[in-house]
């Protein structure tokens, strides 16, 4: 027990108990999940152990061409030592010549912007439920000193019970079908202290989770303009209104996470505790995370 260290992420124990550094030959390639700026995502599986992941391939021209090896390694680094139920793992990574290629987990349900898409909006007990579990993944990030700055619909993807997997995407990815293509990606998601280019901490992403649960039940973000420059107008205004049908509790909740001054946005801590959250999430696991209406199609 006092001889464990941790390994180096390209390194698995395997059970016969050497050490293992994996290659392409040990995967079965499948279907594309996804097509980003410096590769794509393949459903794979692990030959040995039929093991089903996510194999994330980059291409080391383009990474050297736009300077984010570095980034890449960082993250890497960072992503690797996260161990959450509700954000995504890296189990590890390899390269050849060409490319680099992350190991991930599998979020069977997909994307959840899509699941958005189709919906419009969620109901209160769904989105009470997703805040839960973005809250209670924050919570554990923040423990770490991590920040993770982007949350938006389309870094999040679904596990197999329905639950939310954060899964940065990051600088490098961005899934085919993105809803808003502006040049230079959306403000939408960014507190004022960001787009205004002043300092920052873990207190952005509070705001974060405001503006993802206003978009949940209403089905877009609070400051969505048409142009860049309306939204960060409306954002550095904290200009946004909820509409008639979100309920009281949901709506007290947003205004206590929009605020201008990061120190005056509820804590995490307190969202777990907020009265709305307590009344709806609750609900939701006792019908086992099941996020539909009417009837339960038996598991397993
Ligand atoms: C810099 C590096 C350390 C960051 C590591 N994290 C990522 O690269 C983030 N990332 C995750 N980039 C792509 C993915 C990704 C993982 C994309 C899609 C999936 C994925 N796991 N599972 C999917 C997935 N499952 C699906 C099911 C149905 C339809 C689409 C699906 N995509």
């Avoid at 016969?16 to 550094?21: A, V």
């Avoid at 392409?24 to 999940?33: H, K, N, S, T, V």
């Avoid at 804590?267 to 339960?296: F, Q, Y």
Wanted: aromatic content about 10%.
């Amino acid at each position: 027990m006092d001889n464990i260290q941790p390994y180096p992420d390209s390194i698995f124990k395997t059970i016969s108990g050497t050490l293992k550094e994996w290659a392409l030959d040990d995967f079965e390639i499948g279907r594309p999940l996804g097509k980003g700026k410096f590769g794509n995502v393949y459903l794979a599986r692990e030959r040995q152990s039929k093991f089903i992941l996510a194999l994330k391939v980059l291409f080391k021209s383009q990474l050297e061409t736009a300077g984010v090896e570095h980034q890449l390694r960082r993250e890497v680094e960072i992503q690797s030592h996260l161990r959450h139920p509700n954000i995504l793992r890296l189990y590890g990574y390899f390269h050849d010549h060409s490319r680099v290629y992350l190991i991930l987990e599998y979020a069977p349900r997909g994307e959840l912007y899509k699941e958005l898409q189709k919906c419009t909006k969620f109901d209160d007990r769904r989105s009470a439920k997703y805040i839960t579990e973005l809250s209670d993944a924050l919570l554990y990030c923040h423990s770490k000193n991590v920040i993770h700055r982007d949350i938006k619909p389309e870094n999040l993807l679904l596990g197999a019970n329905g639950e939310l997997k954060i899964a940065d995407f990051g600088w490098s990815v961005h899934a085919p079908s993105s809803r808003r293509t502006t040049l230079c990606g959306t403000l939408d998601y960014l507190p004022p202290e960001m787009i205004e280019g002043r300092m920052h901490d873990e207190k952005v992403d509070l705001w974060s989770i405001g503006v993802l649960c206003y978009e949940f039940l209403v089905g877009k973000p609070p400051f969505e303009a048409v142009t860049h420059d309306e939204t960060y107008r409306r954002i550095a205004k904290v200009d946004y209104k909820c509409p008639q049908f979100v309920s009281e509790g949901a709506a007290d909740l947003i205004s206590r996470l929009l605020k201008h001054n990061p120190n005056h946005r509820l804590p995490l801590k307190k969202v777990l505790e907020h009265p709305w959250i307590a009344e709806n999430a609750s609900k939701m696991s006792e019908r086992r995370g099941v996020p539909s209406e009417g009837t339960t199609v038996s598991s397993q």
